[in-house]
Protein backbone atom coordinates (compact mmCIF):
# COMPACT_ATOMS: atom_id res chain seq x y z
CA UNK A 1 0.00 0.00 0.00
CA UNK A 2 1.46 3.48 -0.77
CA UNK A 3 2.27 5.66 2.04
CA UNK A 4 1.95 9.73 1.33
CA UNK A 5 3.93 11.83 3.78
CA UNK A 6 3.83 15.27 3.58
CA UNK A 7 6.25 17.99 5.50
CA UNK A 8 7.92 21.65 4.99
CA UNK A 9 4.41 23.42 5.55
CA UNK A 10 4.70 26.47 8.05
CA UNK A 11 4.05 30.46 7.80
CA UNK A 12 5.62 32.61 5.55
CA UNK A 13 5.24 36.15 4.79
CA UNK A 14 4.32 36.68 0.91
CA UNK A 15 6.86 36.98 -1.48
CA UNK A 16 9.00 34.43 0.27
CA UNK A 17 9.85 30.85 0.12
CA UNK A 18 8.86 27.36 1.20
CA UNK A 19 9.92 23.83 -0.03
CA UNK A 20 7.77 20.84 0.36
CA UNK A 21 8.74 17.29 0.61
CA UNK A 22 6.62 14.30 0.04
CA UNK A 23 8.38 11.11 1.13
CA UNK A 24 6.59 7.81 -0.74
CA UNK A 25 6.37 4.51 0.44
CA UNK A 26 5.30 1.37 -0.92
CA UNK A 27 5.67 1.74 -4.79
CA UNK A 28 8.29 1.68 -7.33
CA UNK A 29 8.44 5.27 -6.96
CA UNK A 30 10.69 5.58 -9.89
CA UNK A 31 8.12 3.72 -12.29
CA UNK A 32 5.24 6.42 -11.02
CA UNK A 33 4.11 9.89 -12.17
CA UNK A 34 4.06 11.97 -9.05
CA UNK A 35 1.29 15.49 -8.38
CA UNK A 36 0.59 18.16 -6.24
CA UNK A 37 -2.60 19.17 -5.13
CA UNK A 38 -4.01 22.03 -2.62
CA UNK A 39 -7.14 22.59 -1.12
CA UNK A 40 -8.99 25.58 0.95
CA UNK A 41 -11.52 25.18 3.29
CA UNK A 42 -14.87 24.87 1.33
CA UNK A 43 -13.14 24.40 -2.03
CA UNK A 44 -12.20 20.97 -4.15
CA UNK A 45 -8.76 20.21 -4.48
CA UNK A 46 -6.73 21.23 -7.22
CA UNK A 47 -3.62 20.22 -9.13
CA UNK A 48 -1.33 22.59 -9.34
CA UNK A 49 1.97 20.20 -11.03
CA UNK A 50 3.12 17.13 -11.75
CA UNK A 51 5.97 15.20 -12.88
CA UNK A 52 6.51 12.10 -14.71
CA UNK A 53 8.42 9.32 -13.94
CA UNK A 54 10.96 10.62 -16.78
CA UNK A 55 10.97 14.41 -15.23
CA UNK A 56 8.50 15.99 -17.27
CA UNK A 57 6.66 18.66 -15.70
CA UNK A 58 4.01 20.50 -16.05
CA UNK A 59 2.17 23.53 -14.22
CA UNK A 60 -1.16 25.31 -13.67
CA UNK A 61 -0.98 28.68 -14.66
CA UNK A 62 -1.36 29.71 -11.13
CA UNK A 63 1.52 29.07 -10.13
CA UNK A 64 3.72 28.41 -13.44
CA UNK A 65 7.02 30.54 -13.11
CA UNK A 66 7.24 30.55 -9.02
CA UNK A 67 6.87 26.96 -8.15
CA UNK A 68 8.97 24.18 -9.14
CA UNK A 69 8.27 20.33 -8.79
CA UNK A 70 11.01 18.01 -8.89
CA UNK A 71 11.78 14.16 -7.71
CA UNK A 72 14.55 12.33 -6.18
CA UNK A 73 14.03 8.71 -7.12
CA UNK A 74 17.40 7.73 -4.85
CA UNK A 75 15.32 8.75 -1.69
CA UNK A 76 11.52 8.47 -2.81
CA UNK A 77 10.42 11.68 -2.85
CA UNK A 78 9.14 14.57 -4.62
CA UNK A 79 10.16 17.91 -4.07
CA UNK A 80 7.73 21.38 -4.36
CA UNK A 81 9.55 24.75 -4.35
CA UNK A 82 7.54 27.48 -3.86
CA UNK A 83 8.62 31.20 -4.92
CA UNK A 84 7.18 34.47 -4.42
CA UNK A 85 4.57 33.14 -2.43
CA UNK A 86 1.34 35.22 -2.37
CA UNK A 87 -1.77 34.79 -0.19
CA UNK A 88 -4.07 32.77 -2.22
CA UNK A 89 -1.32 30.41 -1.98
CA UNK A 90 -2.58 29.43 1.09
CA UNK A 91 -3.99 25.88 1.68
CA UNK A 92 -2.81 22.42 2.39
CA UNK A 93 -0.98 21.09 0.19
CA UNK A 94 -0.99 17.35 -0.53
CA UNK A 95 0.80 15.32 -3.31
CA UNK A 96 -0.46 11.58 -4.62
CA UNK A 97 0.73 9.18 -7.56
CA UNK A 98 -1.27 10.02 -10.81
CA UNK A 99 -3.75 8.37 -11.02
CA UNK A 100 -3.99 9.12 -7.23
CA UNK A 101 -4.44 6.70 -4.41
CA UNK A 102 -5.04 7.08 -0.94
CA UNK A 103 -4.39 10.70 0.35
CA UNK A 104 -1.48 11.78 2.90
CA UNK A 105 -2.45 13.86 5.54
CA UNK A 106 -0.73 17.28 3.94
CA UNK A 107 1.05 19.77 5.04
CA UNK A 108 -0.47 23.69 6.09
CA UNK A 109 0.69 26.51 3.90
CA UNK A 110 0.44 29.83 5.12
CA UNK A 111 1.10 33.28 3.50
CA UNK A 112 0.39 36.50 5.54
CA UNK A 113 0.34 39.76 3.78
Known amino acids: QVQLVESGGGLVQAGGSLRLSCSVSGTMFNRIDMAWYRQTPGKRREFITRITSTGSTLYDSSVKGRFTISRDNAKNTVFLQMNTLKVEDTAVYYC???????WGQGTQVTVSS
Open 96 to 102: NSIPNGS
